[in-house]
């Protein structure tokens, strides 16, 4: 699945080689990692809460997934998206771009 939402924290080294595992043609791989900041305009943060809607909040991470696949020439992709509660460097949000070159793959995730 390409889309994950929850509350567990993610493990950024096994969610990158289950991906590489599966396409031996993958040439390059592109991740970004979002994390809880201690500021935020100027205002410390302690914590933060995030909520969605389930099934709602899946559906516009997948239309996002759908666009990158349909502009760049790429193999895959995850998203996983925390919600929750969360602290000062704690992971927030993980994408991984599989593709055969690192242009495309960068292009992508971003």
Known sequence: MPV???TDDFDIAREMAAMRA????????????GLVRDVNEGDRVSEMTLEHYPGMTERALERIVEDAKSRWDIFDVLVVH?????????????????????????????
């Open 4 to 6: 994950r939402v929850q």
């Open 22 to 33: 599966s396409n031996p043609r993958i040439g390059a791989i592109a991740s970004f990692v």
């Open 82 to 110: 925390r919600v929750g509660t969360l602290r000062p460097l704690d992971q927030i949000v993980l994408v991984i771009v599989t593709g055969a070159h690192r242009g495309e793959a960068f292009s992508a995730c971003e």
